[in-house]
């Protein structure tokens, strides 16, 4: 059992895919030879090849079509688009084509896929690569969602999506690639997609959030503790399906909840989860629902982020003033 941060955990687990299953290839700008943009797919190239870790042109719809092609022959493609908000020139292939093959064919074929995107703000990155635009995916029936926010959730989601006969949209946050490590397990393991985790147990407010927004969630929630306050935070982990029997059970619980996320506050999956604590907690609601999100702007440059990214301010005001309720 190795301390691994995400980044190295993802290295880890795309590692293991490809010893395991000779189906399993990698393609992506800079895949091979660079390692990535962020060194994830660091040495994998020298270990398998470039057959197998292969260096495609800079044309995400061609990344995403060529997996999709590769999928439904058969072999199970992890592409990696450089930065979420790179991936609109593809998404014609995401949503007529890799989404709806199973629908299309009446089940006789699938494109089991994984299509690995970092996202999000705060490391001081150029216009479209800081976006947050999850909920346009999880929009989108036939696709899975998945945001992992620790090391050990890194490696076991990302095996579990390798696996799935279904494709998968992995979503890594960008500020945790190397912000936090913990005790990897070194076996093939995989978590499930689908189940949020209970990352605090508490019995006063819910605190609901995924990805790099867990980091401020989780600082947050020690400051309420320290005051005297019981908090429950939820790491959602996959965003479609969502876990709402999940989010609705802990609510239940709590009677109140704070949903954090770093996507604009207009038709974020915020407001997904919000509507349906309000349809299936409404009578165990202390008081309103909270979002603490992004703005609704584009994503700003380096010297302005620190006002767009949710602070941990922002977030224990919420908590407080739905407590104060």
């Given at each position: 059992?190795?301390?691994?941060?995400?980044?190295?955990?993802?290295?880890?687990?795309?590692?293991?895919?490809?010893?395991?299953?000779?189906?399993?290839?990698?393609?992506?700008?800079?895949?091979?030879?660079?390692?990535?943009?962020?060194?994830v797919t660091d040495g994998?190239?020298?270990?398998?090849?470039?057959?197998?870790?292969?260096?495609?042109?800079?044309?995400?719809?061609?990344?995403?079509?060529?997996?999709?092609?590769?999928?439904?022959?058969?072999?199970?493609?992890?592409?990696?688009?450089?930065?979420?908000?790179?991936s609109y020139p593809a998404?014609?292939?995401?949503?007529?084509?890799?989404?709806?093959?199973?629908?299309?064919?009446?089940?006789?074929?699938?494109?089991?896929?994984?299509?690995?995107?970092?996202?999000?703000?705060?490391?001081?990155?150029?216009?479209?690569?800081?976006?947050?635009?999850?909920?346009?995916?999880?929009?989108?029936?036939?696709?899975?969602?998945?945001?992992?926010?620790?090391?050990?959730?890194?490696?076991?989601?990302?095996?579990?999506?390798?696996?799935?006969?279904?494709?998968?949209?992995?979503?890594?946050?960008?500020?945790?690639?190397?912000?936090?490590?913990?005790?990897?397990?070194?076996?093939?393991?995989?978590?499930?997609?689908?189940?949020?985790r209970v990352e605090r147990?508490?019995?006063?407010?819910?605190?609901?959030?995924?990805?790099?927004?867990?980091?401020?969630?989780?600082?947050?929630?020690?400051?309420?503790?320290?005051?005297?306050?019981?908090?429950?935070?939820?790491?959602?982990?996959?965003?479609?399906?969502?876990?709402?029997?999940?989010?609705?059970?802990?609510?239940?619980?709590?009677?109140?909840?704070?949903?954090?996320?770093?996507?604009?506050?207009?038709?974020?999956?915020?407001?997904?989860?919000?509507?349906?604590?309000?349809?299936?907690?409404?009578?165990?609601?202390?008081?309103?629902?909270?979002?603490?999100?992004?703005?609704?702007?584009?994503?700003?440059?380096?010297?302005?982020?620190?006002?767009?990214?949710?602070?941990?301010?922002?977030?224990?005001?919420?908590?407080?003033?739905?407590?104060?309720?």
């Amino acid at each position: 059992m190795a301390e691994l941060n995400i980044a190295q955990a993802i290295n880890s687990a795309l590692d293991t895919a490809l010893s395991s299953d000779d189906r399993v290839l990698i393609l992506g700008e800079d895949v091979g030879r660079a390692g990535g943009v962020f060194r994830v797919t660091d040495g994998l190239r020298n270990r398998y090849g470039a057959e197998r870790v292969v260096d495609t042109p800079v044309a995400e719809s061609g990344i995403i079509g060529a997996a999709f092609g590769l999928a439904v022959a058969g072999m199970r493609p992890v592409a990696e688009i450089q930065f979420l908000g790179f991936s609109y020139p593809a998404y014609d292939q995401i949503v007529n084509h890799v989404a709806r093959i199973r629908n299309r064919t009446n089940h006789r074929h699938t494109s089991p896929m994984v299509i690995r995107m970092p996202y999000g703000g705060g490391i001081g990155a150029a216009e479209h690569h800081s976006e947050s635009t999850e909920a346009v995916y999880v929009h989108i029936p036939g696709l899975k969602v998945v945001v992992p926010s620790t090391p050990k959730d890194a490696r076991g989601l990302l095996l579990a999506a390798i696996e799935d006969p279904d494709p998968v949209i992995f979503l890594e946050p960008i500020r945790l690639y190397r912000a936090v490590k913990e005790h990897v397990p070194d076996i093939y393991y995989t978590v499930d997609i689908g189940p949020l985790r209970v990352e605090r147990e508490g019995s006063d407010i819910t605190l609901v959030s995924w990805g790099a927004m867990m980091r401020e969630t989780r600082q947050a929630a020690g400051i309420l503790a320290e005051a005297g306050v019981s908090v429950e935070v939820l790491d959602l982990r996959t965003l479609s399906p969502l876990d709402r029997d999940g989010i609705v059970a802990s609510v239940e619980k709590t009677g109140r909840a704070v949903i954090v996320h770093e996507a604009p506050l207009t038709a974020g999956l915020g407001a997904e989860i919000a509507a349906t604590i309000q349809e299936r907690a409404l009578y165990s609601l202390k008081t309103p629902v909270r979002r603490v999100t992004g703005w609704d702007t584009v994503f700003p440059l380096k010297r302005s982020e620190h006002h767009y990214l949710p602070s941990v301010d922002r977030i224990v005001a919420a908590a407080e003033s739905a407590l104060e309720d």
